[in-house]
């Protein structure tokens, strides 16, 4: 979490010459070391604790998170045992607002946001992609280490995923890259993984439609 402190150090009142006599700017140094240790105390326990804030989307309206992970592999030895996998139970029309996919929760009032998760694999590593919806009824929401902790007033959700915090408007996406080599007796592959985490925004519930999609 982003936080700034502020420590106001104008002192209001000229400080007497100090002297044996005058132990006022002894007083004041030590006030403000206390204050300054105090600040420090303070400034560290907001950065470890997640913030969460007490907003959440208006009845009859949920929020849409998508976390999507995309794999590419290049084998450099032996050979990779391919992964062929499904398609996607889902489709979402940002322009629309429109979701249609398998919906295996109940759609009502309380529901609060839908989150829904992806593999897509390439490469050396298979074809094809998975994945799936998932409904949010209450705050924090928690699903398999991703936590949406909850929405300011002016829309922004505050995530916790992979030890940190990540705060999202609606049509930003956090993206995070990164190279595994993995090696084994049968093959060397090395994969190129790209974590992208949307938050497309608040949308009528009306607008989701259940059924199973085909390719």
């Not at 705050?139 to 300011?152: A, I, Q």
């Amino acid at each position: 979490m982003d936080m700034k402190f502020r420590a106001a150090t104008e002192m209001k009142h000229p400080v007497p010459p100090v002297g044996m006599n005058n132990p006022q700017p002894i007083l004041y140094l030590a006030l403000l070391a206390l204050l300054l240790v105090l600040a420090l105390v303070f400034a560290t326990g907001c950065i470890q604790a997640p913030y969460i804030p007490s907003g959440s989307p208006n009845p009859g309206t949920y929020a849409f998170i998508d976390h999507q992970v995309y794999i590419d592999g290049t084998t450099t030895n032996g050979t990779y045992p391919l992964l062929m996998i499904d398609f996607p139970t889902y489709l979402f029309d940002p322009e629309r607002g429109v979701l249609e996919g398998l919906v295996t929760f109940e759609i009502n009032q309380s529901l609060l946001l839908i989150y829904g998760s992806g593999t897509h694999v390439s490469g050396d590593c298979g074809s094809g992609a998975s994945g799936m919806l998932h409904g949010g009824y209450s705050l924090p929401y928690m699903e398999n280490g991703f936590v949406v902790r909850g929405f300011t007033t002016n829309g922004t959700v505050y995530l916790s995923y992979l030890n940190q915090t990540i705060a999202l408007q609606a049509g930003e996406r956090w993206t995070d890259l990164s190279i595994i080599t993995e090696t084994t007796p049968d093959y060397t592959i090395t994969k190129t993984v790209t974590d992208t985490i949307t938050y497309y925004g608040v949308f009528p519930v009306s607008e989701i439609t259940a059924t199973r999609l085909r390719p």
